[in-house]
């Protein structure tokens, strides 16, 4: 069976840092884009980061930017999101999500997030 | 970046009934890739439909997607009790990959 499992979260007050990890099995994450997906209390979800196979690209949405760090361990089959300089408005529920694709011909189609962890909290607080 | 605006915000029917959500983007969708999930109460979000109107693996088939470019469309044909849930729209053709703010389908 295809999972993700993400750990991690905690009570942290504001200023803090956070790691937090998501263990997939079932497949090989170097082959996926991975993201990391955020839901406050009683909102709507919120994309957060990406990265691609191999670590050697990146993105951010804007209000994290600076502040946290996405990467990846093909190795251990692990991603990891590196959260620093936490704010209040950083508490949420966050997932870690696997971009499904096929490749034909040397070129890859995208299927949208088909794998989600169930989520870690972080909550942010003095 | 690309702005999702769902409508209507809540949807309240009954069991049996169809439902229809829509999902405007603020540009044109780069390839089509639009997704729809769903998401229960203290549950991680499902996917439904990618590329505007594939059903993922194991989704019945009253879950339909349709629309191209900015415009597009969830329908459900009969609601089943354990299809009331949240409905979000997400598009990953660009990133940010942005969501939609989420339609509630709610028993009436």
């Known amino acids: 069976e295809e999972q993700l499992v993400e750990s991690g979260g905690d009570l942290i007050q504001p200023g803090g840092s956070l790691r937090l990890s998501c263990a997939a099995s079932g497949f090989t994450i170097r082959s996926h884009w991975m993201h990391w997906v955020r839901q406050a209390p009683g909102k709507g979800l919120v994309w957060v980061s990406r990265?691609?196979?191999?670590?050697?690209?990146?993105n951010y949405a804007d209000s994290v930017k600076g502040r946290f760090t996405i990467s990846r361990d093909n190795a251990k089959n692990t991603l990891y999101l590196q959260m620093n300089s936490l704010r209040a408005e950083d508490t949420a529920v966050y997932y870690c999500a696997r971009l499904s694709v096929t490749t034909f011909r040397f070129y890859s189609y995208y299927h949208g997030m088909d794998v989600w962890g169930q989520g870690t909290t972080v909550t942010v607080s003095s | 970046e690309i702005v999702l605006t769902q409508s209507p915000g809540t949807l309240s029917l009954s069991p049996g009934e169809g439902a229809t959500l829509s999902c405007r983007a603020s540009?044109?969708?780069?390839?089509?890739?639009l997704a729809w999930y769903q998401q229960k109460p203290g549950q991680a979000p499902r996917l439904l439909i990618y590329?505007?109107?594939s059903r993922a693996t194991g989704i019945p088939d009253r879950f339909s997607g349709s629309g191209s470019g900015t415009d597009f469309t969830l329908t459900i044909s009969r609601l089943e009790p354990e299809d009331f849930a949240v409905y979000y729209c997400?598009?990953?053709?660009?990133?940010?990959?942005?969501f939609g703010q989420g339609t509630k389908v709610e028993i009436k």
């Open positions: 997400q598009q990953y053709g660009s990133s940010p990959e942005t």
């Open positions: 590329g505007a109107s």
């Open positions: 990265i691609n196979g191999d670590g050697s690209s990146t």
């Open positions: 540009q044109t969708v780069s390839s089509n890739y």
